[in-house]
């Protein structure tokens, strides 16, 4: 949805998750593999901290990225963060596509599996994700909608 906002409202974008693989010169499964979550949560955390956010920028970052390092404190000094709460089944269906199957921690994963291991990660990471300045049930709005509600909120 980051991507959406950003080209209808010309804003900069920025995917962490792209920046780590061209960083790192492989893709996060194999950084996975070969350097195990602790190394990669340790990279993410430092590539994060090296955008200059006060550029008016639209930020993406992978599910993990709040909940570690003082992620989530670092940005909400940096700028404005937006948790775009979704259930647990809305995740499955974004998962479940191409996007998901190159997730390390969603690998080999049947739907049902996936469902649950979504449903208790979102229960550990919650208390993270509600630190964010803005929380937009985001379930049934468009990008629009949501660029709507964080523009209401800056003002």
Excluded at 56 to 67: H, K
Excluded at 89 to 109: C, H
Aim: aromatic fraction near 8%.
């Amino acid at each position: 949805m980051g991507k959406k906002i950003s080209k209808s409202n010309d804003i900069p974008f920025i995917d962490l998750d792209r920046q780590f693989v061209e960083h790192s010169q492989m893709s996060i499964a194999d950084f996975f593999d070969r350097h195990g979550e602790v190394k990669f949560r340790e990279l993410e955390s430092s590539l994060l901290k090296t955008i200059a956010l006060d550029k008016g920028l639209i930020v993406s970052t992978g599910g993990g990225t709040p909940c570690f390092h003082d992620n989530m404190e670092w940005m909400n000094r940096a700028g404005i963060t937006v948790y775009l709460k979704l259930p647990p089944k809305a995740l499955l269906k974004r998962l479940s596509g191409k996007e998901g199957v190159q997730r390390p921690l969603l690998k080999g994963k049947s739907d049902e599996e996936l469902l649950e291991f979504i449903s208790e990660t979102l229960a550990r990471r919650e208390e993270y994700y509600d630190k964010a300045k803005l929380i937009i049930d985001a379930h049934k709005l468009n990008a629009n909608e949501v660029m709507e509600l964080i523009s209401q909120h800056n003002n």
